[in-house]
């Protein structure tokens, strides 16, 4: 299996821009997670999905943020507009008992 | 709420020490507990898992033991490796695992000399 998919591995943008971050998990994984990053405030769980359905969105920072999972294979995580402040790893995992698998992150640099 | 706390790095150590990360925890409930590792670049991974009182999780010559006494699961390793060098993040699972939910803690970045 090739595991968690990320894309865009880096992305610079400039303060106003949108950004759209996108995940494909684990095949016959039901769980879906979005993390963010900083070296200020570690690992912040953002949303969660459970088989395709948003669960538990309550840290998602504001409304800039949305996410979603049209289906099994593929999430995405926007902002819009984007900050300097957003600039972070955002990390997407999916599981489905027990133990959660991890993409390589997307580092977002908002200028 | 539930939390997870794990003492500040860096640790830096030389090649075949000890090593002890400490963690604990609040939680209500009975929570699942885990060790993640970050190596440079990369994203998390599993090390080791506890799911009850007095478990103990191992892998890789690490290992940690879920005590509910004093809401602990401190990780040990006999002898590091410089290939150690990475982050580590003590989490636990909301939902007695049931929604694989994690809480992390902020990440101890060990570092280790040949």
């Known amino acids: 299996d090739a595991g968690v998919i990320q894309s865009p591995r880096h992305e610079v943008t400039e303060m106003g821009q949108e950004v759209t971050l996108r995940c494909k998990p684990i095949s016959g994984h039901d769980y879906l997670f979005w993390y963010r990053q900083t070296m200020m405030r570690g690992l912040e769980l953002l949303i969660y999905f459970n088989n395709n359905v948003p669960i538990d969105d309550s840290g998602m920072p504001e409304d800039r943020f949305s996410a979603k999972m049209p289906n099994a294979s593929f999430s995405t995580l926007k902002i819009q507009p984007s900050e300097p402040r957003d600039s972070a790893v955002y990390f997407c995992a999916s599981s489905m008992v027990g133990e959660l698998f991890f993409g390589e992150g997307s580092r977002l640099t908002v200028l | 709420g539930n939390s997870v706390t794990q003492m500040e790095g860096p640790v830096t150590l030389s090649e075949e020490a000890f090593l002890t990360i400490n963690c604990t925890y609040t939680?209500?409930?009975?929570?699942?507990l885990f060790w993640y590792v970050q190596y440079p670049g990369e994203g998390l991974q599993l090390l080791l898992k506890?799911?009850?009182?007095?478990d103990k999780g191992s892998n890789k010559g690490f290992e940690a033991t879920y005590r509910k006494e004093t809401t602990s699961f401190h990780l040990e390793k006999g002898s590091v490796q410089v290939s150690d060098s990475a982050v580590y993040f003590c989490?636990?699972?909301?939902?007695?695992?049931?929604?694989?939910?994690?809480?992390f803690g902020t990440g101890t970045l060990l570092a280790v000399q040949p």
């Open positions: 506890a799911t009850k009182a007095d």
């Open positions: 989490a636990l699972s909301e939902g007695g695992g049931a929604t694989n939910k994690l809480i």
């Open positions: 939680a209500t409930g009975y929570p699942s």
